[in-house]
Each structure stands twice: as C-alpha cells, then as structure tokens.
C-alpha cells in the first residue's frame, strides 16, 4: 500500500486583519469538510475513505513572520513580476530588499499570505480593489480569492491507495 503524507498549507496570519480572518475560516473549513467523511465508528481507521480521493491537508496557522529561508521560498512561488517582492514585504524591490527589511521589521511582513509548500504555491488573499486581484501564471497563483483558495485546495494532489 502507498500512502501519501498529507500536504502543508501555512497561513502566515494576523488577527487584527479582517483579509486574514476571513482566510483562516475559509481555510479552517476546507480542512473540516476534507475530514468531515469519518463517522465517530471511523475516528481511528479511515482505511476505506483514503482508498478513494482525498484533499486532506495539514493546516498551520502562525502569527509569526517566516524564517529567511521560508521567505526565499515563498518569493520563488510569487515569482519576481511587477512588484511582488513589495507586496510580501512591504516596501522591497527584490529578494535581497526583502530579506533585509524583514530582518530590520518583522512586521514588514505582509500578511495573510497562504503557501502550499509540497506544490510550490503561494499567494495573499486579496480585496477585489487590488490591482493584482485575480492574477495568476502557470503553477503560481499571487492573488487569491475565496473562491481560489478552494480551487487551491480542491487541486491538491489526490491519495488514492494501491494494494
């Protein structure tokens, strides 16, 4: 049998920003509805679910900016188009800029930014006023909508189990 280890989606939140709020219930509610299969007999053995499909995901939800290391990687997804190092990291023009102004301000950092790290995808979600709402390029989506984030989830790849 192959089983596959669940993705990890990271939510870089902040509570006092309504985008973030509405992104991690969004989130937190995918993540219920991908388990909500597994009736209370089921709790400890959903062998027969995950012989089908699945969009289980591991959800982590952090308050804190991310390592250097994260932020390199995060930047990656995004790519290097028009401006999308200052819209991570408010006010930097490239990758460089960016990892100095996180170190100098943490807060810099511009949350909600959601990253699907076994897919190498990452994007923030957006209010229909912003001029990158909507955009996206091949395997990389910058600007997330409610209705993208579920599209995210939604296309993360599916477990299917073979004896």
């Not at 995060?74 to 460089?96: D, F, K, N």
């Amino acid at each position: 049998m192959q089983h596959k280890s669940l993705d990890v989606i990271t939510l870089f939140h902040k509570a006092s920003s309504p985008a973030s709020v509405r992104a991690q219930t969004l989130l937190k509610q995918i993540s219920a509805h991908a388990s909500e299969s597994a009736t209370e007999d089921q709790a400890t053995d959903h062998t027969e679910q995950n012989k089908f499909q699945r969009t289980d995901f591991e959800l982590n939800v952090t308050e804190d900016p991310p390592t250097s290391d994260q932020l390199r990687t995060i930047l990656e997804y995004v790519g290097s188009g028009a401006g999308r190092a200052g819209q991570i990291v408010e006010g930097a023009t490239s990758e460089a800029d960016a990892l100095k102004k996180l170190k100098e301000n943490p807060d810099s950092f511009q949350r909600p930014v959601i990253v699907d790290w076994n897919n190498g995808r990452a994007g923030k979600l957006l209010c229909p006023s912003s001029p990158f709402h909507g955009h996206a390029e091949r395997d990389t989506v910058f600007g997330y909508r409610e209705s993208e984030i579920m599209k995210m989830i939604s296309q993360l790849p599916k477990e299917t189990n073979t004896v």
